[in-house]
């Protein structure tokens, strides 16, 4: 039986189901715009038209962009605040009738990463950090996640970080890549003097992109793009479903376990 992940964004909810040993999409992936208003119902129902395009699957990974604590999700920032303390994996395993694991959207395309991608057989700390609606960060100690760090909302100037630096703020601002750039050199930099990573992985839409603005940031630490890009997220998912064993609320994953 295949493992079905699916990636809840700011823009898209989409999914597939994934070969968790190789890290591939079995199938192509399916997607429905992210319901506005994004509350709670409406994105149940929208999780639950893109898990009706397969079948065949057993469980069911679903990203959240949030923190989520034992399949909670606490935080809300770039959807409806009615998903504060929503009973998630429960809500989306009763329409699914499967066991469902949830988990931070960036945790997730972090998780992909560490086992299959840029982050691969990496030693120390390693952050993950998204680019797009806001900033989605992943840390790793020697592959094992430290979850829902949510660094995107670190204070820069006086603001929150991703109001700054994120991919929506560039084109809501019509940024240039040069000044773009500036901004996110600004937080890498401040990221840099709290945590001294040994590797930042970029990922979100604007990885795919990255010889447009990366040669523009001068910061120490080795910077390179995600691999997965989109997939990595839909990919992570299913990795946790699996390594959760069909416990709805329970999560630990290591990335550097295969599975």
Do not use: C
């Not at 603001?159 to 940024?175: H, I, T």
């Not at 750039?181 to 600004?186: L, Q």
């Amino acid at each position: 039986m295949a493992t079905l992940g699916i990636d809840i964004g700011g823009s898209g909810v989409k999914g597939a189901p994934v070969d968790t040993v190789r890290g591939e999409l079995l199938a192509e992936r399916y997607r429905v715009a992210t319901p506005q208003p994004s509350d709670v119902t409406s994105v149940v129902e929208a999780v639950a038209e893109v898990a009706g395009q397969f079948d065949g699957f057993d469980r069911v990974g679903i990203t959240f962009p949030g923190v989520v604590v034992d399949g909670v999700t606490r935080t809300a920032a770039n959807v409806d605040k009615s998903w504060i303390d929503a009973p998630a994996a429960s809500l989306f395993s009763e329409r699914l009738g499967k066991p469902v694991t949830v988990l931070n959207d960036a945790d997730a395309a972090g998780v992909a990463e560490v086992a299959f991608g840029a982050g691969k057989n990496q030693r120390g700390l390693t952050m993950m950090l998204t680019f797009g609606t806001g900033i989605g960060s992943a840390l790793f100690l020697d592959g094992v996640l430290i979850p829902n760090t949510e660094l995107g909302h670190l204070e820069i100037d006086g603001k929150d970080a991703e109001v700054k630096a994120s991919d929506r703020a560039r084109e809501a601002e019509d940024m240039s890549w040069e000044k773009w750039a500036g901004r996110v050199e600004n937080y890498l930099r401040h990221v840099e003097m709290l945590l001294s990573p040994r590797l930042f992985i970029v990922g979100g839409g604007v990885s795919k992109k990255s010889d447009r603005f990366f040669p523009l940031i001068d910061i120490r630490t080795p910077m390179v793009p995600a691999t997965l890009l989109n997939n990595a997220g839909i990919i992570g998912a299913a990795m946790a479903a699996i390594q959760a064993e069909g416990d709805p609320g329970a999560i630990q994953v290591d990335a550097a376990a295969r599975v």
